[in-house]
């Protein structure tokens, strides 16, 4: 499992109000994580936990709370591997930190400023199956430059372009992956929109226009799509109430919601 993206975290100005726009627009259940020191909710599919939403904690600067996902790649040493990203480039934006009864963390910004974690657990973390509603579909990085991001990734985590798609004035679109996921498991492209590259990670629902309406019932917002993408799946990409960018994936008239 390591080298793979194992969980997604929200930070946010009100983790209420994103409990409940996500319940509605994704479909997770919700329960308290049960931690001592803040109140840590875990989003959930059945009874798996998929994912977790917090409130930045009151000492957080208000310029610096800025709602946003944020991804967790598993390894096998949280330490060692938060050096050898920091030799690649990388910047420490959260030094290695155990969570008692969980696990150990490291958060780090890639070379162009994308902001990923490093996550080793306490056992085995249970998986929900692939592509049912509530799980993450696809994992996208919007670089300044997806050549030399690919490259960090590469030397990190050991991705391999599994293919590459030309987007014209967008350069080239780098589907990566492993050999356990032959069809790849994200994306790298070159966003001149973006103001700071970015991960962006695409939740599973069934229908994407029963979606889409779901969305802009919340208070959310879509900036693009629904569009098909390769394989005959359909996106949409949107902010939520708080400001936080996230990513839909389902079929289109799949008659669910």
């Known amino acids: 499992m390591t080298g793979k993206f194992v969980w997604y975290e929200l930070m ?17 259940g919700a329960r308290d994580a049960g931690m001592s020191a803040f109140k840590y909710t875990l989003l959930t599919v059945g009874e798996i936990a998929v994912a977790g939403l917090m409130q930045f904690p009151p000492e957080t600067p208000q310029a610096q709370e800025r709602p946003a996902w944020l991804g967790y790649v598993s390894v096998a040493d949280v330490d060692a591997k938060a050096a050898e990203a920091q030799k690649l480039g990388a910047k420490m934006c959260h030094a290695p930190t155990d969570i008692p009864n969980v696990g150990r963390f490291a958060v780090l910004s890639d070379p162009q400023g994308a902001v990923f974690a490093l996550f080793k657990p306490n056992g085995d973390m249970p998986q929900a199956e692939p592509m049912t509603r509530g799980t993450t579909g696809w994992h996208e990085l919007h670089a300044a430059d997806a050549e030399t991001a690919f490259a960090f990734y590469n030397a990190l985590f050991g991705w391999k372009k599994m293919q590459t798609m030309d987007l014209g004035p967008l350069g080239s679109y780098h589907i990566f992956g ?40 919340a208070g959310g917002k879509v900036n693009h799509g629904p569009q098909e993408v390769p394989g005959g799946a359909w996106i949409i990409q949107g902010v939520d109430p708080q400001g936080a960018a996230f990513a839909l994936v389902g079929s289109r008239n799949a008659g669910a919601a």
């Open 178 to 217: 492993d050999e356990g996921a032959p069809m790849g498991f994200g994306g790298m492209f070159n966003d001149p929109m973006s103001v700071q590259p970015h991960w962006l990670y695409y939740f599973a629902v069934a229908d994407i226009d029963a979606a889409v309406g779901r969305v802009v019932g």
């Open 12 to 28: 946010t100005t009100d983790a209420s109000g994103a409990e409940r726009f996500y319940r509605d627009v994704v479909g997770w």
